[in-house]
């Protein structure tokens, strides 16, 4: 699946660079948006909203169970 993903990215980067379009992708890593940048992409996707809320309550919920747990030790 993976080969699959890279030809129609591919193949969507050429068509959008024939058509002097922008690409924007969601890339998962910076690895992926290096990747991507060097295939022709020029826009990037951080996250949706619902990727930023998420990772600001698991880093909430990660700093309060520390708090937690640190008060139990004393």
Do not use: C, Y
Not at 16 to 39: I, N, Y
Not at 64 to 71: C, F, Y
């Amino acid at each position: 699946p993976a080969a699959r993903v890279r030809h129609a990215t591919q193949t969507v980067q050429a068509a959008a660079k024939k058509a002097g379009r922008t690409v924007a992708v969601l890339p998962g890593s910076g690895e992926d948006a290096a990747a991507l940048a060097k295939a022709g992409a020029s826009a990037f996707i951080l996250s949706s909203d619902q990727g930023f809320l998420k990772a600001a309550a698991t880093q909430a919920h990660a700093a309060m169970s520390d708090a937690v747990a640190q008060t139990s030790k004393d």
